[in-house]
């Protein structure tokens, strides 16, 4: 299973920005996704997780109401919109996959792919 994330970039605080995740290489129909971040200094930490068929959601509480994770299993592709962005969101961006059909025990992904880098500027 290969994970390739995109979308990061730097942004003013209170802007939007998109995150996409292609998911290829497995022949699985869908995988449960998350959304991860690492801040400079700090552990990894989940931020959003989406369940196989998209039906369930968990987001992490610093981003409720701000974020909002979602798939496209046509496409193979998560998506992760974070809309309001505080200076505290920057970070290198992971996403995950597991074949877990809401998600692993304790967020324990079992795949990774690269970060994508956010910057948010006050």
């Known amino acids: 299973v290969q994970l390739q994330a995109s979308g990061g970039g730097s942004v003013q605080a209170r802007c939007s920005l998109r995150l996409s995740c292609a998911r290829s290489g497995s022949s699985a129909s869908t995988y449960a996704m998350g959304w991860f971040r690492q801040a400079p200094g700090k552990e990894r930490a989940i931020v959003a997780a989406i369940s196989r068929s998209g039906s369930m959601k968990y987001y992490a509480d610093s981003v409720k109401g701000r974020f909002t994770i979602s798939r496209d299993n046509a496409k193979n592709t998560v998506f992760l919109q974070m809309s309001s962005l505080k200076p505290e969101g920057t970070a290198v961006y992971y996403c995950?996959?597991?074949?877990?059909?809401?998600?692993?025990?304790?967020?324990?992904?079992?795949?990774w792919g690269q970060g994508t880098e956010v910057t948010v500027s006050s």
């Open positions: 995950a996959a597991d074949q877990a059909t809401l998600w692993p025990t304790s967020f324990q992904f079992k795949y």
